[in-house]
């Protein structure tokens, strides 16, 4: 089963949530997803607030989990990032792979692993990172992890994690700012079933009132286009004009969430 190309957000408990108390999980596609601000559901004392949870009573298998941004607003311990695995040992053939996965108690929580490859993903938490943890009968050498990034929040010691878990691969630690990410990080999204679509995750970590969006491969001069938020998709534009080039300037503090993060829906009209 495919999940891809979402814009999901707010939903109570869970954003993108692949769950089965009975049946055997298997053979799951999760991509292209932007998942964020997953709030408290009321019926439930103890929310778990999780982006994304992939998981359930029996083991899980053939998951795929690559080119997902999730974001939550506030750093709250109750809120988690990303949980693959859940409850139960045995989970195999796991592959997570070119993500961003920022905020909550954890950006990834990776449970009762068998074997899994995690790697070229990006993660930052304000006091947590990443956890893992494996089934017991699990052997350390088939859970591979390499080449990702994690953004300093302070508290991170990846050497510490590394001798922790036993997860020996080539992975690096990048500076932020006073323990947060900086800088602009844009994921452009074009749909594949609606050529004119594009879904845009834009991270404002210096909160700046506008930001620049370049898009090389997806806005040629010319081009009509218009943007609109993806919390508020049938309201006014937060941009709309002709392409000078291949980039355009994007108001961020219209919305309840920005100016630091913002989902957009691009519509493009080719001459």
């Known amino acids: ?17 692949v769950y ?5 999980l298997c053979g799951f596609h999760v991509e292209g997803n932007i998942c964020f601000a997953t709030s408290r559901d009321p019926s439930n004392p103890q929310p778990p607030q999780v982006n994304i949870l992939l998981g359930g009573r029996k083991p899980i298998s053939n998951i795929v989990l690559r080119a997902n941004c999730t974001w939550h607003p506030q750093a709250a311990e109750s809120k988690r990032g ?13 592959l997570i792979e070119d993500n961003y996965f ?14 899994a490859t995690v790697r070229r993903n990006v993660f930052w938490a304000p ?26 929040n302070g508290s991170f010691d990846p050497q510490k994690w590394s001798a922790e878990t036993g997860l020996r691969g080539e992975n690096k630690l990048v500076p932020g700012r006073d323990g947060r990410p900086a800088g602009l990080f844009v994921f452009a999204r074009p749909n594949p079933y609606e050529p004119e679509r594009v ?27 218009r943007v609109v938020n993806g919390v508020d998709y049938f309201g006014p534009p937060v941009a709309q004009s002709k392409a000078e080039g291949s980039s355009f300037t ?22």
């Not at 990303?82 to 796991?94: A, C, F, K, L």
């Open 102 to 115: 920022m905020c909550g108690a954890n950006a990834l929580e990776l449970k009762g692993i068998l074997d």
């Open 199 to 225: 879904h845009l995750a834009v991270y404002n970590w210096d909160h700046l009132p506008a930001v620049r969006i370049d898009l090389p491969n997806l806005l040629k001069k010319g081009d009509a286009y």
């Open 127 to 152: 006091r947590g990172m990443v956890q893992v943890t494996f089934a017991p009968e699990g052997d350390r050498s088939k859970v591979v992890f390499e080449d990702n990034t994690f953004i300093a």
């Open 1 to 17: 089963m495919r999940i891809v190309d979402n814009i999901v957000f707010e939903n109570a408990g869970f954003g993108i949530h």
């Open 20 to 24: 089965g108390e009975s049946p055997v």
């Open 82 to 94: 990303v949980d693959v695995g859940y409850r139960p040992p045995g989970n195999t053939s796991i």
């Open 250 to 271: 994007l108001p961020m503090g219209r919305n309840r969430y920005e100016p630091e993060f913002g989902a957009y829906v691009l519509v493009r009209v080719r001459n």
